[in-house]
């Protein structure tokens, strides 16, 4: 996932060395970079925990409506996985 969103976003964010270097000018190795992807992984699944907690609570207090806060990083997969639950939603970002 992590080495997936450097080479995606390296144009956009001006990253021109390999992948192992791209984190704050540091040289990272292969086992580093994993534990990256390992972090991002475990981050990705949280997606889905945030939308099921925010749909559980709003059953159980019986609302239509709920404001689900997260990070930037978060935005895609949550949209995702409201857009094919078919619940509506809005982006607000500053």
């Known amino acids: ?3 997936g ?3 995606a976003h390296k144009v956009k964010l001006s990253f021109d060395t390999p992948k192992e270097r791209v984190v704050a000018g540091l040289s990272l190795r292969p086992a580093t970079l994993s534990k990256f992807e ?3 992984n475990v ?3 949280r997606n889905e925990a945030l939308v099921d907690n925010t749909i559980s ?4 207090i019986g609302s239509r409506v709920a ?3 997260a ?3 978060h935005t895609p997969g949550i949209t995702k996985l ?3 639950r078919n619940i509506s939603y809005v982006v607000v970002t500053p």
């Open 43 to 45: 981050a990705l699944k």
């Open 71 to 73: 990070g930037g990083f």
């Open 5 to 7: 969103f450097i080479t």
């Open 67 to 69: 404001v689900l806060i």
């Open 38 to 40: 390992e972090f991002y």
């Open 57 to 60: 609570r709003m059953e159980k």
């Open 82 to 84: 409201l857009r094919d």
């Open 1 to 3: 996932m992590f080495s």
